[in-house]
């Protein structure tokens, strides 16, 4: 328990650590709160069992007799006492429910944060399924089944202890008594089911995984899928893992659920066996409170004792979702990468790999000059793609140095001066001109995208839509076409203005006509100097406009000028 609680405080953020302490302050007066209501209830439970002992009890310690006045006024007080309790509760739980879901909230901001600016070499090795439920399900899993739950133990446990002593003082044969048939039952029903909430603590993270995956394979296959024609497959597969998911998630609910009844059992003996008590001894008027109270007191014992065996299954069933977030090494800080490119951009005897077995570049060195247009040849598979992401920074070489403008590149982050196409061009949801701006909303200069826009033919495209740039796409749009979607990311990499371009096969959808009028305007570009393109492509018309070509074979890189 004691490593859990120590990777459970790793993950909530140090703003939100420092304010534990005020948290844990109103819970314990949230559940004084509770306590004093028990208290409260006592007069009137003795008045419910015996009126004659009631106004005994009012005539010895408050020195006045039972009148309907008097009733009136204390249901009053009690009412108006229920009335500002649960007033204040409601705005406690209010700000604990708020406290402990911002800390969901930054949890996945953190998560998200550590994604963008993380290792990529990492990221790559992450399936996506997993990504999207790291991200967004188990830091909500983290707060609603983890912290709710800590938190629940934490009050009820402080609750209990008080009952608990005043009781023993009060009446230490009974308290004991009943006490230990309470923790009896409660041991009992958590040890017979600590296997099984194990148990479903693995089954719910797996299946819960695999459905996700499924739903992405299906998303990401969808023509694939009707191409093969196995449309009936993918559902039944999806339909499978989900079932076992839903039916694990049944099953714990079940399990929470029914805690109550069979504490309920351990409960009513007790209370039986007080009330018999009461009604066959002769009892004086202090043990008549005593008794008052403690059936008070049993009575409240009921939900808390269930609320401590169904956390307790609540964190044990959950408790992957805390090992799984810790896997991930949160960045709170993270380093800029000021790189500038002003003159070259040196590799020397470069040696890359994704694992220790194989090797994908060796011993490659190459110059790049401000000006350049180099095109990259070579066969699919041969490390095209693994260079230019080392060259953009995202990857680090295993061996060897890059050197820019004769200074030491060490930083896994994206280099500032450069821009990177891929050649499966993204679009996201949202408009055009944020798809191009990339949501950076400062001061758009709409006369540099109106210029490539026509440099690039959209211009009449553009026109037609609906709210033209403000016309919003959906992820992966399938009403654009795959060579308007390359030409709007190409926009979007010229727009930030970069001294380094970076194509991995960026015109292979677009026509021969279209594909001569870009590569001329890049062209154009890099002979007056604005612009350096590195660009991958099997497609040999882009040798034309090339400076250099260079193919890369054996692992390393050979000049074909």
């Keep these: ?14 703003e939100k650590k420092k304010r534990l302490p005020f948290f844990i302050s109103i819970s314990l007066l949230n559940t004084l709160l509770d306590f004093i209501s028990i208290t409260l209830l006592v007069p009137f439970i003795i008045l419910i069992f015996n009126k004659e002992k009631a106004e005994n009890l009012l005539n010895k310690f408050l020195l006045i007799e039972l009148t309907t006045s008097h009733l009136i ?3 009053a007080g009690l009412l108006v006492f229920y009335v500002i309790k649960n007033y204040i509760q409601v705005k406690i739980l209010k700000m604990q429910s708020k406290f402990i879901y911002s800390i969901a909230t930054d949890l996945s901001k953190n998560l998200i944060n550590n994604f963008l600016f993380g290792d990529f070499e990492k990221q790559v090795k992450i399936d996506k399924g997993r990504l999207i ?7 909500v899993v983290f707060a609603t089944h983890i912290l709710m ?3 629940l133990l934490l009050s009820e446990i402080f609750i209990i202890v008080i009952v608990v002593i005043i009781s023993f003082i009060s009446a230490p044969i009974l308290s004991l008594l009943a006490f230990i048939l309470i923790i009896i039952g409660t041991l009992l029903i958590i040890l017979l089911r600590n296997k099984k909430t194990a148990f479903l603590n693995k089954a719910i993270a797996k299946s819960y995984k695999d459905s996700l995956n499924q739903m992405m394979n299906i998303f990401n296959g969808y023509i694939q899928i009707k191409s093969a024609k196995t449309e009936t497959q993918f559902k039944a597969k999806f339909n499978d893992v989900n079932k076992k998911n839903n039916t694990y998630i049944s099953m714990l609910n079940v399990f929470k659920q029914s805690n109550i009844k069979y504490l309920e059992i351990f409960i009513i003996s007790i209370v039986s066996f007080l009330a018999i008590y009461i009604h066959l001894n002769d009892t004086k008027v202090l043990d008549v409170v005593l008794l008052s109270f403690l059936i008070s007191a049993i009575i409240k014992l009921i939900p808390s004792f269930n609320k ?22 949160l960045i709170s800080n993270t380093t800029e990468n000021t790189a500038a490119f002003l003159d070259k951009i040196e590799l020397k005897n470069i040696r890359f790999s994704y694992d220790k077995k194989n090797t994908i ?7 790049i000059n401000k000006g350049d247009f180099i095109a990259i040849t070579g066969n699919s598979g041969i490390g095209k793609t693994t260079l230019l992401r080392i060259l953009s920074g995202m990857l680090l070489p295993k061996e060897g140095q890059i050197l820019i403008d004769s200074i030491k590149s060490m930083s896994h982050q994206f280099n500032p001066f450069c821009s990177f196409v891929t050649q499966h061009s993204y679009l996201f949801h949202g408009t055009i001109i944020e798809n191009i701006t990339m949501l950076n909303k400062d001061s758009i200069d709409f006369d540099y995208i109106n210029n490539l826009l026509n440099k690039f033919e959209l211009t009449d495209w553009v026109e037609k839509l609906p709210n033209k740039l403000e016309t919003k796409i959906s992820l992966d749009s399938k009403t654009i076409s795959g060579g308007q979607k390359q030409r709007i990311a190409l926009i979007r990499a010229l727009y930030s203005k970069p001294k380094l371009l970076l194509l991995d096969e960026a015109t292979n959808q677009l026509d021969k006509q279209m594909e001569d009028k870009i590569l001329s305007y890049l062209k154009a570009l890099t002979d007056i100097g604005e612009l350096t393109v590195i660009a991958v492509s099997h497609n040999k018309n882009l040798i034309n ?8 074979e054996l692992n390393t890189i050979v000049n074909h000028e």
Excluded: C, W
């Excluded at 065996?309 to 799984?324: G, L, M």
């Design 1 to 14: 328990m004691k490593i859990f609680l120590k990777k459970t405080l790793k993950l909530i953020p140090f």
């Design 73 to 75: 006024i204390g249901l």
């Design 133 to 139: 439920r790291d991200f967004q399900k188990l830091p």
């Design 149 to 151: 739950p800590l938190y």
């Design 308 to 329: 401590l065996i169904t956390s307790y299954i609540e964190i044990k069933a959950n408790q992957h979702a805390v090992d799984i977030l810790n896997e991930y090494n």
């Design 361 to 367: 570049i060796s011993n490659l060195s190459f110059q």
């Design 545 to 552: 406009y090339a400076k250099s070509n260079f193919n890369i």
